[in-house]
Nanobody
Framework: QVQLVESGGGLVQTGGSLRLSCAAS????????VAWFRQAPGKEREFVSV???????YYADSVQGRFTISRDTAKNTVYLQMNSLKPEDTAVYYC?????????????????WGQGTRVTVSS
C-alpha cells in the first residue's frame, strides 16, 4: 500500500521560506515521478513542480526560480523548498505519485495522493 505524507506547512510572512516534505512508504520515490500540486480556496488544484525518476525537474511558471524540488533517496522523501514566498502561494500543498514512470503535469493522471499540508503567506 502506497502512502504519501506531507509535512512542513505553516504560516510565514511575505518573502519568507518553507520546506515541505513528502515521505513515501510502499514505493521507492527514486523510480517514479513525484509531483507537488496546490489548491487555493475556491480554485482548482494546480501543478507546482515534479521530479522524474531520472531527476529531471519541472516547475510552473509562477514558482520558477523561487521553488526547488529535490529527493533524498535514503529517506524516501521528496522536498519542496519554497523561497521568496508571496501571498498568492497560500494554498494546501499536496504531493502525488504515479503507478508508472511516465512524467506528467496533469493532476488527473496521478494515482497516489497525500493528505496535504497548509501553507499561509501573510502580507
Amino acid at each position: 500500500q502506497v502512502q504519501l505524507v506531507e509535512s512542513g506547512g505553516g504560516l510565514v510572512q511575505t518573502g519568507g521560506s518553507l520546506r515541505l516534505s513528502c515521505a513515501a512508504s510502499g514505493r521507492t520515490v527514486s523510480r517514479y515521478p513525484v509531483a507537488w500540486f496546490r489548491q487555493a480556496p475556491g480554485k482548482e488544484r494546480e501543478f507546482v513542480s515534479v521530479i522524474s525518476g531520472s531527476d529531471n525537474t519541472y516547475y510552473a511558471d509562477s514558482v520558477q526560480g523561487r521553488f526547488t524540488i529535490s529527493r533524498d533517496t535514503a529517506k524516501n522523501t521528496v522536498y519542496l523548498q519554497m523561497n521568496s514566498l508571496k501571498p498568492e502561494d497560500t494554498a494546501v500543498y499536496y504531493c502525488a505519485s504515479r503507478r508508472t514512470s511516465m512524467l506528467t503535469m496533469s493532476k488527473n493522471l496521478y494515482d497516489y495522493w497525500g493528505q496535504g499540508t497548509r501553507v499561509t503567506v501573510s502580507s
